[in-house]
């Protein structure tokens, strides 16, 4: 199963960007890579997912390497709002249409004013 | 309204009771997920369904027991609770493209 590495702890001043590293040096060639955050005690929220393009929506873009063997997570300007526990996963198939996606302890993002 | 919810919220029980939480979510998505989530821990997967009438287990299948008789409904069953299952508890469905659409958690405490 792929794996992820991710910083626990990351800060960024309020308007910079925002960059989240995480390393997937396991990934195989049909595995995508998403993001999610977790605002306080609430349930995950979706960022944004991609395979081997960079992607880019109305909340964040994400780089992949050529190799896919990193991503990094770009929110352009950050907000307080953005302070976050982010996770890096890798959608892993199971066999028979199935998949799983395994969290990790994700990079706890503080914005700060 | 359109979304996934949970119930209940939050639960108290006692060690040995059997516990039920509801999940049910109303977009006919095929993937529904459980997870738990322990004071400074990430996410665990405890269960997951591709479809109705299939299943199967995650990381930390141990003492819990799901079914999946309608795509709408996927309820986690602790048939013997323990105090090490004292956790927030997430549900969460998602399309084919993997995006997961979590419900609010249900709080559940083992005494």
């Known amino acids: 199963d792929a794996k992820t590495t991710q910083p626990p702890s990351m800060d960024c001043a309020e308007g910079r960007a925002a960059n989240l590293p995480c390393n997937h040096s396991?990934?195989?060639?049909?595995?995508?890579v998403y993001w999610y955050r977790q605002i306080h005690s609430q349930g995950p929220q979706y960022i944004i997912h991609g395979l081997k393009n960079n992607e880019t929506n109305e909340m964040a873009s994400l780089i992949i390497t050529e190799d896919r063997k990193s991503s990094t997570l770009i929110l352009p300007h950050a907000t307080l709002r953005d302070t976050a526990v982010y996770y890096c996963?890798?959608?892993?198939?199971?066999?028979?249409?199935?998949?799983?996606?395994?969290f990790g302890k994700g990079t706890k993002l503080s914005v700060i004013p | 309204d359109a979304g996934i919810t949970q119930s209940p919220r939050y639960k108290i029980t006692e060690t040995g009771r059997q516990v039920t939480l509801m999940c049910h979510q109303t977009?006919?998505?095929?993937?529904m997920f459980w997870y738990r989530q322990d004071l400074g821990h990430g996410l665990r997967l405890i269960y997951y369904?591709?479809?109705?009438?299939?299943?199967d287990k995650g990381e930390v299948p141990d003492g819990y027991v799901v079914s999946r008789s309608k795509t709408e409904n996927f309820p986690l069953t602790l048939e013997s609770a323990t105090r090490s299952q004292t956790s927030v508890y997430f549900c969460a469905s998602s399309t084919v493209t993997g995006e997961l659409f979590f419900g609010e958690g249900s709080r559940l405490t083992v005494l």
């Open positions: 369904s591709a479809a109705a009438d299939i299943t």
């Open positions: 977009w006919s998505h095929s993937y």
């Open positions: 996963i890798v959608r892993v198939y199971s066999g028979a249409g199935s998949y799983q996606l395994t």
């Open positions: 396991t990934i195989s060639g049909n595995e995508y």
